[in-house]
């Protein structure tokens, strides 16, 4: 299992893990957010067993952030109470998908209480016959990878399995796991090195910030076989993000939404037919959700592009047992202007192609520890500047492939939502869990009130993909797969006439 932090008293927060402190503004809370559906009722008491047991075995849970000048510590909390952490709460009305969503954007714009541990766990006990749990963990504890490890570290295979302290080792490891994520197979090794990397070019990241102001001069600090350089001039180039609906001043009110499930082999099945990879098609499917969303609104979308910053992985094996935070950033341009589905998705997988080999995610975790270590007043301007490259941050995390249950209740489904950074105003969520993926997207309520009209064009966007793919193959051999395929497209479609 992930975290090894059982010890107390005061312990320095890490450079990274304080900038990350740091970015939290009324405009963007650096809030984590999730949801675990399930099918029947919860036992409120079962649930708060099993998180004494499981959750507060890790010292961080009960720890309270304590700032002194430039830097912030771990301290733990003499009054520390999980009540204060847990909660049993009823939706109102209906108890449906609105009535849920309406609770949860009550309070995703709310920040949390910094005079205690910075989480919080609300079980609604009447959702659509069933439970949900929402849950709230900050940034600086630990990055998306670490927590959904910590998170299903609370959950068995089988219902009656929470009787005893889950073992140290999590059993759910990474080779259980989706493993069809080209970024983490991309900067696995890289991430074995990264360490000695950032030491050895310490010179060139830690004058990083006025490197980005002025990269001409760039070159003349270090000349690296790595492309350290190189990495650090193109980030410098590199434009801001066009304007669009989805950029632009944000208000303090966040709005989330989140989408019917797909099949997750009926996308690998495109991705097989196509030559391309499961993410590819699931980030041409988001392009393409985007684009029909600024079409609507009589926006120009010919030639456009917007970037996504993608979270990357780089938690070396040696710190697998660590919270905190281990991830750089790669920047995607996303190809809104590509209007064919089929050609959308080879532009994605061409643009992919062109982030291997790259060192961003390297140079971006360096300069967040650069950053995090330097006054408050030298690092807002610097997060700002790099805000501007984004339009969204998205991130594509792979849950377990079979059932899991938690305080012997099963876990219907899986939802979650990152926090965005400086002025970037939007977080698209992948998330697959037995057999299925679900998107989850964040907005800013100035810019797009209703994410909703966003997200119920990802199932629209995969269906035209479907169509566009048989239609590519026409010609070819029947494919056992396309045919199933098309029957489960078929299926969707007289599902969808049903609901209507």
Not at 35 to 57: A, S, T
Not at 260 to 271: Q, W
Request: hydrophobic share 45%; proline share 6%; glycine share 8%.
């Amino acid at each position: 299992m992930l975290l090894n932090l059982f010890g107390s008293g005061r312990e320095a927060m890490s450079a990274v893990d304080t900038a990350w402190l740091r970015m939290d503004r009324p405009t963007n809370l650096m809030v984590i957010t999730g949801i675990m559906f399930f099918d029947g009722p919860m036992d409120f008491e079962r649930l708060r067993h099993v998180m004494e047991n499981r959750l507060l075995r890790y010292a961080r849970f009960k720890q309270r952030v304590v700032r002194s000048g430039a830097n912030a510590y771990w301290e733990d909390d003499p009054d520390f109470d999980i009540a204060n952490h847990l909660h049993l709460v009823a939706l109102p009305g209906a108890a449906g998908k609105a009535e849920l969503e309406d609770f949860v954007n009550e309070h995703i714009s709310a920040p949390l209480d910094f005079g205690k541990p910075l989480w919080q766990f609300h079980l609604v006990e009447n959702y659509q016959g069933g439970a949900a749990l929402v849950a709230r963990i900050h940034h600086c504890i630990a990055d998306g990878i670490a927590l959904i490890q910590v998170l299903l570290g609370m959950t068995d295979r089988e219902a009656e399995g929470d009787s005893a302290p889950a073992p140290r080792k999590s059993r759910f490891v990474a080779g259980e796991r989706e493993p069809d994520d080209p970024f983490m197979r991309l900067y696995r090794p890289v991430a074995k090195m990264y360490a000695g990397v950032l030491k050895s070019y310490a010179k060139v990241l830690g004058t990083s910030y006025g490197l980005m102001m002025n990269p001409g001069k760039i070159a003349e600090y270090t000349q690296t076989g790595l492309g350290i350089t190189q990495g650090l001039a193109k980030l410098a180039a590199m434009p801001a993000d066009p304007r669009t609906k989805f950029k632009g001043k944000l208000s303090t009110a966040k709005r989330i939404a989140w989408s019917d499930s797909l099949p997750l082999m009926e996308v690998k099945h495109v991705g097989k037919a196509l030559g391309c990879s499961l993410n590819d098609v699931l980030l041409s499917c988001v392009a393409g959700a985007l684009r029909a969303y600024l079409v609507e609104r009589g926006q120009k979308v010919d030639g456009l592009d917007i970037r996504a910053s993608v979270p990357v992985n780089l938690r070396p094996e040696s710190k697998l047992d660590r919270l905190g935070n281990y991830f750089g950033l790669v920047f995607l341009p996303l190809p809104i202007g590509v209007a064919n589905p089929i050609e959308r998705v080879y532009e994605v997988k061409r643009r992919m192609e062109e982030i291997k080999g790259g060192y961003d995610a390297i140079i971006t975790l360096g300069l967040l520890s650069v950053v995090g270590a330097l006054p408050n007043a030298v690092e807002q301007p610097a997060i700002e500047y790099f805000s501007t490259k984004s339009t969204a941050v998205m991130t594509n995390v792979p849950g377990p492939r079979e059932p899991i249950y938690l305080a012997g209740t099963q876990v219907h489904d899986l939802q979650f939502w990152v926090p965005q950074s400086g002025e970037i105003g939007m977080g698209v969520s992948i998330l697959s869990y037995n057999n299925r993926v679900n998107f989850g997207v964040m907005t800013d309520k100035k810019l797009v009130p209703e994410p909703a009209r966003i997200i119920e064009r990802f199932g629209r966007e995969f269906e035209t993909l479907v169509l566009a793919t048989l239609l590519s193959v026409t010609d070819s051999p029947p494919d056992p797969e396309l045919a199933e395929l098309h029957l489960g497209l078929l299926r969707m479609q007289s599902e969808a006439g049903r609901a209507a």
